[in-house]
């Protein structure tokens, strides 16, 4: 067992469909990108575990091609070879003091090598079908959770914390007045539980342009999209764009007088919306999942209960300082913060 102070050696495990740090799409690969980074600048060493095209030094164990297979049914054998050959890697592992997986079917097989602790952070909402699962390792995983709404959807779990998701604060910028002319943000995969048909009525009833950035969802999102979203889109009041990154994406959240979720599921963290606060962006949501814990009224947004307050809240967006809401926020949401409560963690466990 590792002494508090001492530095210890990690397998962090990603999921295999997109490179650490992602190109683009890739909330899960971002968080891990920024905890890996932040765990080296502090003397832990980490074996990272992702796809080709991952950060130099990456073991990657998933081809690139694999991604097209996300969403069908055959992409659940593109994981479990993923899943076979980095537990053969670790099980070889010199002096591993901890597995910290972030895939759900990375459960089986951390659950097999019992001289190792592993962490597993549940990165979606859980019913009935995770919950069930997640109890027949509870004896062998402990789990993190990203907020403390998820932890509550299965509080007899062997929850080790609560560990907030980090967003990239050094590469986000901060603006402390919006874009002229104005316009409404939501960033998010295109699907029937983020609300962007919602945004969509909010930003005509405000006669407002509206900004919609992210991929068609491949379960349900190409039928919502093709009935309730294109048939809005004309590249002047509703603007769609399939993939962001980089500056754009920074760009955008800064730019924007507001962020919109008016989320239609109970959503365990929501990047987006501290990304956009970070940027000093306040945003109006529906409060479900763990908005209430992201979201300071009056200081990073409002919460509001249907369509017409959202509408009436962002009438009132300029009462919002937004020097104040990205201060807030990088406080809350550093990749800084989040590895020190992931460290919290480790050694708890250890």
Not at 15 to 27: A, E, S
Not at 66 to 77: A, K, Q
Not at 129 to 153: P, V
Request: glycine share 8%.
């Amino acid at each position: 067992m590792k002494a508090k102070s001492s530095k210890l050696h990690i397998a962090m495990v990603a999921p295999p469909w997109y490179p650490v740090p992602p190109n683009g799409y890739g909330g899960i690969e971002l968080v891990v990108h920024l905890l890996v980074q932040e765990l080296k600048r502090d003397g832990h060493r980490v074996s990272l575990f992702a796809s080709k095209g991952s950060s130099y030094g990456t073991n990657e164990f998933a081809e690139e091609a694999w991604r097209e297979d996300l969403g069908f049914p055959h992409g659940y054998y593109r994981e479990l070879t993923f899943i076979a050959r980095v537990y053969k890697k670790i099980s070889k592992l010199k002096s591993l003091d901890l597995i910290h997986d972030h895939m759900l079917i990375g459960l089986l097989a951390a659950s097999f090598i019992k001289d190792v602790p592993a962490l597993h952070t549940v990165h979606g909402s859980i019913s009935e079908i995770e919950r069930t699962l997640y109890h027949e390792f509870s004896e062998d995983i402990k789990f993190a959770a990203i907020s403390d709404f998820q932890k509550k959807q299965a509080p007899e779990l062997p929850w080790a914390g609560t560990a907030y998701n980090a967003v990239d604060i050094k590469n986000l910028h901060r603006a402390h007045a919006p874009a002229n002319p104005p316009y409404l943000l939501l960033l998010a995969r295109i699907t029937p539980e983020k609300g962007q048909h919602i945004a969509i009525s909010v930003a005509k009833s405000l006669n407002m342009r509206l900004v919609l950035a992210g991929k068609v969802d491949s379960g349900t999102g190409g039928k919502y999209f093709a009935e309730q979203i294109n048939p809005h889109i004309d590249g002047d009041k509703v603007v769609y764009i399939p993939q962001v990154a980089g500056e754009q994406k920074a760009s955008l959240l800064s730019g924007a007088t507001v962020a919109l979720a008016p989320l239609m599921w109970e959503e365990p963290f929501g990047l987006f919306m501290a990304e956009a606060m970070v940027s000093g962006t306040p945003v109006v949501a529906f409060p479900r999942g763990a908005a209430p814990e992201i979201i300071l009224p009056g200081t990073s947004g409002f919460l509001v209960a249907d369509e017409q307050e959202m509408v009436d809240a962002i009438k009132e967006i300029g009462s919002i300082d937004r020097k104040a809401c990205a201060k807030y926020a990088r406080e809350r949401f550093s990749p800084k913060v989040m590895a020190k409560k992931y460290l919290e963690i480790y050694n708890d466990i250890l």
